[in-house]
């Protein structure tokens, strides 16, 4: 994963979450926060989201991040990321935790009356690989090489 590419995991808050189901894929909007590195991100899911339940069962999904529609002519020429990755629940109450809910509303603060419920979880998907698309010819396939311990308090 390049410079572009970090940069780009890092620039946004929302991506499209894929998850399985028995019945085929389920795709659902999300906000996230990237970890340092970009190697992995966060994301902070209710017991209300099918997608939760569904990512616990299976813990394999796709994200994809896209720049926001400008009103262009040829809207595929907007920037777009897809990435794959493995899904895992962080336990509250853990180092580990404690730092990725720091982390994220650090990013999003508006989130901070969902983390008192006690429905939401945190989750961090560790990425595997993905495509980037940064425009018309620019077009990067890429693995992510885990060079740092993901999940680590700092």
Do not use: W
Not at 131 to 150: D, H, L, N
């Amino acid at each position: 994963m390049n410079d572009e590419i970090r940069a780009f995991i890092e620039r946004h808050r929302t991506a499209a979450l894929a998850v399985c189901s028995p019945e085929g894929p389920v795709v659902s909007m999300v906000s996230y926060v990237a970890e340092p590195g970009a190697q992995s991100v966060l994301l902070h899911l209710s017991n209300l989201a099918p997608h939760k339940q569904l990512l616990l069962a299976n813990p394999v999904c796709g994200l994809l991040i896209a720049d926001p529609d400008d009103g262009r002519a040829e809207p595929t020429s907007l920037k777009r990321l897809s990435l794959s990755g493995r899904a895992e629940k962080i336990e509250k109450g853990t180092p580990a935790y404690e730092s990725a809910k720091a982390r994220f509303l650090a990013r999003i603060p508006a989130s901070r009356l969902m983390f008192d419920l006690p429905d939401f979880d945190l989750f961090r998907v560790t990425l595997t690989s993905g495509r980037y698309v940064g425009g018309f010819g620019k077009t990067i396939s890429f693995q992510v090489e885990q060079t740092e311990q993901v999940g680590q308090a700092e």
